[in-house]
């Protein structure tokens, strides 16, 4: 079943750069999915796509059976409601304990108070940091908030998870226990993971799909196993 499809996309900015040219592709439901390709090849553009932070200039988007170019703004949250986004530098409320950060992503969507504190205390466990619950961000170490982070975006249950560089700031060892976080999400909920990254040893390790940017085109899609390391 089809989760996300792009058919002949294109997205200019205003200033006249173009960002993404022509670019089609499909993403399955349950798929774990890379996207890489050098500075300026539109990895950030296209996903920025898929939860509406910007528009394409021409062509389709749909997510989750949701034609997301013609949205209309005051629509854009039904569209989120099916995403989770984890961001490279955590975007944590700082003023808010690791309980009260993943609650409030619940609060927002107006989810039961009687169903919260469950649900809160159940993705902690999932990633590891029930025992984290009371502290505030700024006693967590880089890797801890990124956990976080990832706990707040799936607690709404979402059917898609977009990480965009989320190992970015994290030195190697904690960059894989977070990569086996998401792998376990990928695995035991079936949640759809799309994933830019610049980390190559990442994309070789987990060997998952791969898709391949450049100057804006979709240049090769290498199938689950097959991604075999090149330069941009």
Not at 17 to 31: C, Q
Not at 49 to 63: A, D, F, N, S, W
Request: charged share 30%; with cysteine.
């Amino acid at each position: 079943m089809e989760l996300i499809t792009l058919k002949n996309v294109y997205k200019t900015y205003p200033n006249g750069v173009g960002a993404i040219y022509d670019l089609s592709l499909s993403i399955e439901k349950g798929e774990f999915v890379f996207i890489i390709g050098g500075s300026g090849s539109g990895k950030s553009t296209l996903i920025k796509m898929l939860y509406r932070e910007e528009k394409p200039t021409r062509g389709e988007i749909i997510v989750g059976g949701v034609k997301v170019a013609n949205l209309k703004n005051s629509k854009v949250y039904k569209l989120r409601r099916k995403l989770g986004v984890v961001f490279q530098d955590y975007k944590l409320l700082p003023k808010l304990t690791v309980y009260e950060n993943v609650a409030f992503a619940l609060e927002v969507v107006g989810a039961d108070n009687s169903k919260i504190r469950g649900r809160v205390l159940e993705v902690l466990d999932k990633v590891g940091l029930k025992h984290k619950a009371k502290s505030y961000p700024d006693k967590l170490s880089g890797g801890e908030q990124q956990r976080v982070a990832i706990a707040r975006a799936i607690a709404n249950n979402p059917k898609i998870l977009i990480c965009d560089e989320p190992t970015g700031n994290l030195d190697p060892n904690i960059s894989m226990e977070i990569m086996d976080i998401l792998k376990k999400i990928n695995e035991e909920l079936g949640t759809t993971i799309l994933m830019v990254t610049h980390d190559i040893t990442i994309v070789e390790k987990m060997k998952k799909r791969v898709l391949v940017l450049k100057e804006g085109r979709l240049v090769k899609d290498y199938k689950e196993g097959t991604y075999k390391h090149e330069e941009f």
